[in-house]
Nanobody
Framework: QVQLVESGGGLVQAGGSLRLSCAAF????????MGWFRQAPGKEREFVAA????????YYADSVKGRFTISRDNAKNTVYLQMNSLKPEDTAIYYC????????????????????WGKGTLVTVSS
């Protein structure tokens, strides 16, 4: 049974940092492009960042570019999201996502085709 388990969320003041982790179980992690989405209260889920199977290709939403960094450790079956210079508008539930793909350089930029989702971790940024 495939599971994506997020951790690292919490309450932080504006300007602060958090590091989210997503551990994958029951899947060949290296065969999946990985990424993060978020959903703020009253809003639709939106793409945040994604990373290719090899880690060589990365894509960010404009709203987080320069502040967030996605990375992965295939030996630990884990993907990370380092979030710096956090803003109140970053407040949301953050979801880990996985999409299988034959290309090691493929990186997704939206929710279409996502195979697995985590249950999410809440990030709250206070002003």
């Amino acid at each position: 049974q495939v599971q994506l388990v997020e951790s690292g969320g919490g309450l932080v003041q504006a300007g602060g940092s958090l590091r989210l982790s997503c551990a994958a179980f029951g899947m060949p992690f290296g065969s999946y492009a990985m990424g993060w989405f978020r959903q703020a209260p009253g809003k639709e889920r939106e793409f945040v960042a994604a990373i290719s199977r090899s880690g060589g290709n990365i894509y960010y939403a404009d709203s987080v570019k320069g502040r967030f960094t996605i990375s992965r450790d295939n030996a630990k079956n884990t993907v990370y999201l380092q979030m710096n210079s956090l803003k109140p508008e970053d407040t949301a539930i953050y979801y880990c996502a996985a999409r299988i793909h034959s290309s090691g350089t493929y990186v997704f930029t939206g929710a279409s085709g996502i195979n697995y989702w985590g249950k999410g971790t809440l990030v709250t940024v206070s002003s």
